[in-house]
């Protein structure tokens, strides 16, 4: 699909731009705090006075969690004009635009976050040696998304929840992400999964109704959201006895 195409597919609503009202609020700050603790974004750790720049940065939420608990200034960039100005508004210094539009100095970067963005991206690869050059040397680079090689995914098929066609335009298993990394000029230092508040539910509704009980829209979105919290233990019980947690992380640095 072209860009065009894909426009009407990030509304000014879509979950991870919009955090208005109290519940959506509120959930998106406990389930940003979730990935400081078990996703790629924790594993930057703290670094004072360090530039962090988060891609695909939505409202602004994890960008603003870390400079205020790991003392990064914290940049991003989102396609999204409403998204980088509630990020503003919480004290990141946020763009409209992506890798490919936005004039961002090469070098001048301690960290470069890709937070459930990457998989958006038509030309993963490509991406990911724009950050490399983004990075002063020997800078880190995140990465968080879906698992392509959990077993969720072989189990549900085309009702996995994490699909999310057609805005997921790539799907990472561990070596192939090891492999876009290395293609990209970047050293890989460590990969890791964990289970994702939101799969398995979304993936029983894709399998018995063919989509999600609840629309998208920010309070709608946080209601189901909070349902899906309530089975991460059976997600988790289930995925280690089956193979393979939902998300998966990873850790590299530039030369």
Known sequence: MSEDELAPFYPD??????????LAGALGRLLVRREIRVGAAGALGGHPGGRLLDVGCGGGELAALLARSGGWR???IDPSAAACERARGLGVEARAGTLQTVELEPGGFDAVLFNHSLE???????????????????????ISLPNFGCAARRRFGRAWFHLD??????????AALRTALERAGLRPERT??????????????????G????????ARHAVGQVAALGLIPVARAEQALGGGRDYLHALARAP
């Open 74 to 76: 914290s940049a991003g």
């Open 13 to 22: 609503d879509y979950g991870p731009h919009a955090s208005e009202g109290p």
């Open 120 to 142: 958006h991206i038509a030309d993963p690869v490509e991406a990911l040696d724009r950050a490399r050059g983004l990075l002063r040397p020997g800078g880190a680079l995140a």
């Open 192 to 209: 890791w999964t964990s289970t994702s508040p939101s799969g398995l539910a979304g993936s029983i509704q894709y399998r018995r109704l």
């Open 211 to 218: 989509g999600l009980a609840v629309a998208e829209g920010p």
């Open 165 to 174: 066609l057609p805005r997921h335009r790539v799907h990472f298993n561990d």
